[in-house]
């Protein structure tokens, strides 16, 4: 079930088909409902019953994680939970004892990987005027996960993507070339091109130490908040992988980046991140560099997935919106 040459709506059709046969895998109910949640690099699924069953299935992209991938992302929501630093979902094991099942339709070409996890009760932070003390949460959530990396020790042969200057504006950048993205007229692409070339400049400088450069959620957005009677549960870590630290507040504000508010996000991350752990004056300076590392990243993401509902829905006005902010961010270096 190769996804090459295969539109969204058959391929959604295919994998519909696909999730029937995989539940087999686990020991779960069987008169079970399925729903389509979300479709982004990987598909989701709400699986339930009448009588309350309830978990969430991820059907992985082809040809983007390895088994031994997502192997390593278990391993580490398993070690942030043992912590109790960061509440994380968890996950059923197959029947055959493996939380990483494999499934595909029979002869058809290509298989899926599929990860079954626990139902996690909660809602996520709407973004309003009142967010502040969510991003304030945010913040605390990364430095959290930022102290705990740095003392954990990995798994052997640890496998996951590395979020950095090649494999974001790189020949085999994981989410394609910007340049190729709805809308980047010439002049845009022009204001885009300079903005690349000062943020590759800059982070050449910062560097890549381990204490600035590791183990990273890379998608900590409030849409991956969620929050049940106080208790707030950090889910996704699909994105996970080996970046700067303070790329996970740009991933915070992924999408909104023009909003007005966001020197009041920033401030209000900041200060939840300063409350676990210490943070320089050099890393703080740089956040904006993040903002639009990440904003260029998203503009690629805007274009290879533009067959998704998401993306479409995102991608008019997105590339000139990203050449303004990219003005703004390189008039404040002067």
């Known amino acids: 079930m190769s996804s090459s040459n295969v539109s969204l709506s058959n391929m959604l059709v295919k994998l519909e088909e696909l999730v029937g046969i ?17 479709v982004s690099e990987n598909f989701t699924y709400l699986i339930t019953n ?10 992985h992209r082809e040809n983007y994680h390895s088994r031994r991938s997502i192997e390593c992302e278990l391993s580490w929501i398993d070690a942030l939970s043992k912590s109790r630093l960061v509440e994380t979902p968890s996950y059923f094991l197959g029947k055959d004892g493996a939380a990483i099942q494999e499934c595909s339709l029979g002869g058809r070409n290509g298989s899926r990987y599929l990860v079954l996890f626990h139902f996690v ?11 502040e003390i969510f991003y304030e949460e945010l ?5 959290n996960c930022h102290n705990h990396v740095l003392s954990w020790k ?7 993507l590395t979020w950095d200057i090649d494999t974001i504006f790189g020949n085999n950048a994981h989410w394609g070339n910007w340049r190729l993205a709805p ?23 910062y560097g890549k130490s381990e204490k600035r450069f590791n183990l990273i959620h890379a998608d900590m957005r409030l849409a991956n908040l969620l929050i049940d ?28 980046e023009d909003n007005p508010r966001l020197p009041h996000f920033k401030s209000a991350w900041i200060k939840g991140y300063k409350s676990v ?33 998401e993306p479409q829905e995102l991608s008019p006005g997105f590339a000139a919106t990203s050449a303004k902010l990219g003005e703004i961010w390189l008039n404040s270096l002067n």
């Open 139 to 143: 913040g605390q959530l990364a430095g």
């Open 50 to 59: 009448s009588e309350g069953f309830k978990a969430v299935l991820r059907v």
């Open 277 to 309: 752990r210490d943070l320089s004056t050099e890393d703080e300076n740089e956040i904006d560099t993040f903002i639009m590392l990440r904003r260029m990243a998203l503009l690629a993401w805007i274009g290879s997935h533009i067959e998704a509902p």
């Open 22 to 38: 995989s539940l087999k895998l686990w020991d779960i109910p069987e008169n079970v409902s399925v729903e389509l949640l979300n």
């Open 154 to 160: 990995r798994p052997a042969n640890f496998e996951r």
């Open 229 to 256: 009677k106080r208790r707030t549960k950090l889910i996704d870590f699909d994105d996970c992988g080996f970046g700067w630290f303070m790329y996970d507040f740009a991933s915070a504000v992924s999408f909104i």
């Open 121 to 131: 009760s909660g809602s996520a932070p709407e973004e309003n005027e009142n967010s």
């Open 183 to 205: 809308e980047v007229t010439t002049e845009v692409k022009d204001k885009l091109e300079r903005v690349e070339l000062k943020i590759r400049e800059r982070l050449l400088d």
